[in-house]
Nanobody, 124 residues
């Protein structure tokens, strides 16, 4: 079965940190660009970050630049999103995605696989 499984979400206070993981099964992440998207209540899903498959170039949405770091460990078939200095507006369901397209300006596109999502809540 081909799937992406996210983990690491939870409740954190403003200013805190979380690390999300995205593990692939049934296929190899090596050939895909991997992105993290999020959806806040009542809002559309938005791209947060993306890492390219070939050269490791990265994209970050302006709202998370300097606070989030994306990385990938192809040996473990896993991608990570380290989130620091979290804000209330970072609250939402975070999804990882494997895509064929990558842009330094827009991140991941042409998504082939989606994870089921993990909830991140930033609240005091």
């Amino acid at each position: 079965q081909l799937q992406l499984v996210e983990s690491g979400g939870g409740l954190v206070q403003p200013g805190g940190s979380l690390r999300l993981s995205c593990a692939a099964s049934g296929f190899t992440l090596d050939y895909y660009h991997i992105g993290w998207f999020r959806q806040a209540p009542g809002k559309e899903r938005e791209g947060v970050s993306c890492i390219s498959s070939s050269d490791g170039n990265t994209y970050y949405a302006d709202s998370v630049k300097g606070r989030f770091t994306i990385s990938r460990d192809n040996a473990k078939n896993t991608t990570y999103l380290q989130m620091s200095s979290l804000k209330r507006e970072d609250t939402g369901v975070y999804y990882c995605a494997a895509s064929w397209g990558y842009s330094d300006y827009h991140g991941c596109y042409d998504v082939t696989y989606w994870g089921q999502g993990t909830q991140v809540t930033v609240s005091s």
